[in-house]
C-alpha cells in the first residue's frame, strides 16, 4: 500500500513538472504556423483568445518564479519555460508586425539580452542558442521568402547580444558583489579598531567578541562610547566658546588617533599621526599640560590641522590618563585670543575623566553580555554532550560547542591511548580536515603530546610558528595558520586526549576566551569518559567475555529481530548451531583451562568466517549460534562445513601434548523449517542432535531428521 501511494505522489509530481513544458511547447507551435501573419480580413477572436492565454500562463509562471516556488522543482526548468513563453510572444508580435523582416524585429535582440542577463547561467546560455533555432525554424515553416543571408546576421548578432550582456552582467554582478563585500570589511575593521582602541570586550583581539551574536553587542557599545564622547566634546565646545574640542588616543601602533571632535573647522587631518609631533604630541607623550596662546596663522604645532591651516590663537591640551597609564590627549583650541584659564583646565580634566567613565561602563557592559552569552552557550553544550550517549555524538556537541563560543578554521579531537602510548585523531573539522581523519602518531614532542603530557594548554601565547608541530610533521596545518590552542581532556587527574583548535587570524584564541574554551573541554572530557563506560556496560551486557561473541540474551533478541525483517521483506534465514563434540572429555582430560582455549579458538573461527551481516553468538558452554541473513540452506550449510573442517585442521598444544578436536553442526532456515524464532532455533537444535546421534563431525539439516 506504502508503495502504491509513493507511486501515486510520484506520477503526481511528474505530471505537474510536465505540465508547464507542455503548454510551452504548445504555444511555441502558434507562430510557426503562422498564426499571426498578417491577413486582408484581419485578427478575429481567436487570436484575441490565444493572446490572452499566453498571457495568463506567463503570469502564472512568472508569479511562481518570483515567489521562489521554482527552487522546488528546479529554477533551470522554469526560467527555460518561462524565456520559450517570451520567445513565443516576441516573435507573435514580430510575425503580426510584418514578419522577421519587420520594425519589431529588434524585439528579438533585446530579449536575447534579458534572457541571457537575468535567466541562472546555464538557462541563459540554452535561451539564446533556442532563440537562434527558433527563428530558424520560423523561416523554414512560416517565412521561406527571407534570404538565408539575413537570417544567418540575425543569428549572430542574437548571439552577440546574448554573449555581451552575459558577460557584462555576470562582471557587473561579481564587481558590485567584491565592492559590497570589501565595504562590509571595511566596515567590520573599522568597528574592531574601534573596540580595541576604547579596549571593549577587554581583549586586544577585538575579532572574537565581534564574532557571531557579540558582533552587535560591541557594534552597539562602539556607537554609544562615541556618541557619549561626542556629547561631552560638544558640551566643552560650547560651553568654552571653542573652536575645536577633540579627543585623541594612542593607537596600536603608537601613532595618534582621532577617536571623536567637536568642531567648526573644515581643515581637520583625518590622521593617525606621530606620536612625538608637536604641542600635541607633548601632551600624549610626555603627559604634560600644554597652554598655549599667541599662536601665529599656520601654527604647525597642531598636529590634527592639515599643514598651514591653524587659524587658532589659543590652544589647551590636557593628557587623558587611566589605570596610571597615558592613553592620549583632549585638546581644546580658539581663533581668538582669550587664554585659557586654570578652571578651564580643570573642566577639560573633568571631561577626560568622564570620557573614561563613559568607556569604562562599556567595556563593564560588553564583558557582562559576553559572559552571558558564553555561559548560555556553555549550559547548552553542557545539555547536549549530557544527552550524547555514544563517543561520536560527544565528539559532534564538542565541536560544535566549540565552533559556537570562538571562529575557527581548524578544529580536532585527538584521543590518548595509555597502554600502547598512541595518539589518534578522532575527529578533524575545518580546512585540510581530510588529511587528519584517521591519523596515528606516536608519544612525541607534538603540542598534542606535549600538552597530555604536562596537562597544560599550549601554546602558552596562542601563536603557532613555523617550527612548531601540531600533530606530527608529516601531515601539517596551511602555512598560514597563525593562531593555535591545545586543550588537555582531563578526567580524574589523567590527560584521555586533546581539544585542539586552529585559525589564520592571529590572536584568535587569547586569554579573554581561553578560560571558557577550558571549561568547555572539562565537560567534554566527561562526557567522553561517560560515553566510553557506556559503551564499555553495553558490550559487557550484549557480549560473552571469553570469546567477544555476542552472548545467549543479546542474541535471542538479533534472532527476533532478523525473523521479523525476514517475515517483512520475504526474505530467508538461516541459522546454524554448533558443539563441540566430546567436549566434556577435554575437560576432564586437559582441565579446564584448555577447554577455554578451545573454545575461544571456535568463536576465533566462526567470527573470521562469517559475512559482514552474519551473526554470531556463544549460547552457553561449548555450543555457538551463526545467524545468516538473506541465506538459503545450501548456503548455510556450506559454511558450516567450512567451520567444521577449519576447526578439524586446528591443532592445540597442551601440557600433555597435541590435541584437535571436531565440532557437529545443524543447520534450518526461515521460513521453509520454521515459522517463528523459537520454532527455527528449536528446529535447528535438532539437526544439530541427529549430527551427533549419526556419529558427530558431520553437518545436519531438517532433511536428515
Known amino acids: 500500500m506504502t508503495a502504491l501511494v509513493q507511486a501515486a505522489v510520484t506520477l503526481r509530481k511528474t505530471a505537474r513538472a510536465s505540465l508547464g513544458a507542455c503548454v510551452a511547447a504548445a504555444f511555441a507551435l502558434v507562430p510557426l504556423l503562422g498564426v499571426f ?28 518564479r518570483f515567489r521562489g516556488q521554482h527552487m522546488a522543482r528546479g529554477a533551470l526548468w522554469l526560467d527555460l519555460e518561462i524565456g520559450v513563453l517570451l520567445l513565443v510572444g516576441v516573435h507573435g508580435m514580430v510575425q503580426a508586425a510584418g514578419g522577421l523582416d519587420g520594425p519589431l524585429y529588434p524585439l528579438a535582440y533585446v530579449l536575447a539580452a534579458f534572457l541571457a542577463a537575468f535567466a541562472v547561467p546555464p538557462a541563459g546560455i540554452l535561451l539564446v542558442l533556442l532563440s537562434i533555432a527558433y527563428e530558424g525554424l520560423i523561416w523554414i515553416a512560416a517565412e521561406p521568402l527571407l534570404e538565408v543571408n539575413r537570417i544567418l546576421y540575425h543569428g549572430v548578432f542574437i548571439l552577440f547580444f546574448g554573449v555581451l550582456n552575459v558577460l557584462f552582467t555576470r562582471v557587473e554582478i561579481a564587481r558590485v558583489r567584491e565592492s559590497s563585500k570589501r565595504e562590509r570589511d ?12 576604547f579596549r571593549l570586550a577587554g581583549a586586544p583581539s577585538a575579532e572574537n567578541a565581534t564574532a557571531g551574536s557579540g558582533e552587535k553587542v560591541v557594534r552597539s557599545s562602539v556607537e554609544e562610547v562615541r556618541d557619549s564622547l561626542f556629547h561631552v566634546l560638544d558640551l566643552l565646545k560650547k560651553t568654552l566658546e571653542l573652536h575645536t574640542c577633540i579627543l585623541l588616543f594612542a593607537g596600536e601602533d603608537g601613532r595618534l588617533r582621532i577617536v571623536e571632535m567637536a568642531t567648526d573647522s573644515d581643515d581637520v587631518d583625518e590622521g593617525p599621526f606621530e606620536r612625538g609631533a608637536g604641542a600635541v604630541g607633548a601632551v600624549a607623550m610626555r603627559g604634560l599640560v600644554m597652554n598655549l596662546e599667541g599662536l601665529k596663522p599656520g601654527y604647525r604645532g597642531l ?10 590663537s589659543t590652544f589647551l591640551g590636557v593628557p587623558v590618563m587611566e589605570n596610571g597609564q597615558l592613553r592620549g590627549a583632549i585638546c581644546a583650541d580658539r581663533l581668538d585670543a582669550k587664554p585659557f584659564t586654570s578652571r578651564e583646565e580643570d573642566v577639560l580634566r573633568a571631561a577626560a575623566i568622564q570620557a573614561l ?103 602558552y601565547r596562542g601563536e603557532l610558528d613555523s617550527k612548531q608541530v601540531l600533530f606530527t610533521s608529516k601531515v601539517q596545518l596551511p602555512t598560514t595558520t597563525r593562531s593555535a590552542l591545545v586543550l588537555p581532556l582531563i578526567v580524574r587527574e589523567d590527560a584521555i586526549g586533546t581539544l585542539v583548535l586552529a585559525a589564520e587570524r592571529a590572536q584568535a584564541f587569547g586569554d579573554g576566551i581561553r578560560p571558557t574554551l577550558q571549561v568547555l573541554s572539562n565537560q567534554l572530557a566527561i562526557a567522553l569518559s561517560n560515553a566510553r563506560a557506556v559503551s564499555r556496560l553495553e558490550e559487557m551486557a550484549t557480549t560473552d567475555g571469553l570469546t567477544g561473541c555476542l552472548n545467549k540474551r543479546a ?21 546454524v548451531v554448533t558443539d563441540i563434540d566430546h567436549f566434556k572429555n577435554v575437560n576432564d582430560t586437559y582441565g579446564h583451562a584448555t577447554g577455554d582455549v578451545v573454545i575461544k579458538e571456535l568463536g576465533a573461527i566462526l567470527t573470521r568466517m562469517k559475512r559482514e551481516t552474519d551473526r554470531v553468538a556463544r549460547f552457553g558452554g561449548e555450543e555457538f549460534c551463526i545467524l545468516c541473513e538473506e541465506t ?20 592445540f598444544q597442551t601440557e600433555l601434548g597435541k590435541m584437535k578436536v571436531a565440532a557437529s553442526l545443524g543447520v534450518a532456515t526461515f521460513p521453509q523449517d520454521a515459522g517463528t524464532s523459537k520454532e527455527l532455533f528449536e528446529i535447528t537444535d535438532k539437526a544439530l542432535y541427529a549430527a551427533k546421534h549419526a556419529g558427530r563431525n558431520r553437518v545436519c539439516t531438517v532433511k536428515d531428521l
Not at 186 to 197: G, I, K, P, Y
Open 37 to 64: 501573419r498578417p491577413r486582408e480580413e484581419g485578427f478575429g477572436l481567436e487570436h484575441a483568445g490565444l493572446a490572452l492565454a499566453w498571457v495568463a500562463w506567463l503570469a502564472t509562471r512568472g508569479a511562481m
Open 186 to 197: 571595511e566596515e567590520q575593521e573599522r568597528v574592531n579598531s574601534d573596540a580595541r582602541l
Open 357 to 459: 567613565r563613559g568607556m569604562q561602563n562599556e567595556r563593564v557592559f560588553v564583558q557582562l553580555e559576553r559572559s552571558k552569552r558564553e555561559q548560555a552557550l556553555l549550559f547548552k553544550a553542557s545539555a547536549e554532550l549530557g544527552a550524547a550517549l555514544t563517543e561520536d555524538q560527544v565528539l559532534d556537541a564538542g565541536l560544535s560547542a566549540a565552533g559556537a563560543l570562538v571562529r575557527f578554521d581548524f578544529a580536532a579531537i585527538t584521543y590518548f591511548d595509555m597502554a600502547k602510548k598512541t595518539h589518534s585523531v578522532r575527529l578533524a573539522r575545518g580546512e585540510g580536515a581530510e588529511a587528519f581523519k584517521g591519523l596515528t602518531f606516536k608519544d612525541n614532542h607534538s603540542l598534542a603530546a606535549m600538552v597530555v603530557k604536562n596537562k597544560h594548554f599550549l601554546p
Open 303 to 312: 598636529c590634527y590641522y592639515r599643514e598651514g591651516t591653524s587659524q587658532v
Open 632 to 651: 538459503d540452506t545450501e548456503g548455510a550449510v556450506l559454511l558450516a562445513e567450512r567451520v567444521r573442517e577449519e576447526l578439524g585442521r586446528t591443532v
Open 555 to 575: 542474541f535471542l533478541e538479533e534472532l527476533d529481530s532478523k525473523i521479523t525483517s525476514a517475515q517483512r521483506f520475504g526474505k530467508k534465514l538461516s541459522l
